[in-house]
């Protein structure tokens, strides 16, 4: 019932900015946290930073100063802004939601995820 769709990957230049965008859809009760994780080929899902309801955020130490999370409640969207991209950045990227569609049905949801790729 809980449906993340991202948006704003592709292929990027190292040294370039993106926003990437997910939007949340379907039978939400509520949001506790939204998020972003990456995986790269042959590597672990990683996070790179979350967000809550109340606006307390966490990021990775490999992307802390180049990187803003932010939502807009209203649209239950969360946005990824990441500048001084690295190639090591390239990555499939992951939306996440930590919410219910209940009162007694909290749980993690995931996206399909979009694919960033940063040339050197």
């Known amino acids: 019932q809980v449906q993340l769709v991202e948006s704003g990957g592709g292929l990027m230049q190292a040294g370039g900015s993106l926003r990437l965008s997910c939007a949340a859809s379907?039978?939400?009760?509520?949001?506790?946290?939204m998020g972003w994780y990456r995986q790269a080929p042959g590597k672990q899902r990683e996070l790179v930073a979350t967000?809550?309801?109340?606006?307390?955020?966490n990021a990775a130490d490999s992307v802390k100063g180049r990187i803003t999370i932010f939502r807009d409640n209203a649209k239950n969207t969360v946005y990824l802004q990441m500048n001084s991209l690295k190639a090591e950045d390239t990555a499939v990227y992951y939306c996440n939601l930590d919410g219910s569609t209940s009162w007694s049905s909290r749980r993690l949801y995931w996206g399909q995820g979009t694919q960033v790729t940063v040339s050197s």
């Open positions: 379907g039978s939400i009760f509520s949001i506790n946290a």
């Open positions: 967000i809550t309801s109340g606006g307390i955020t």
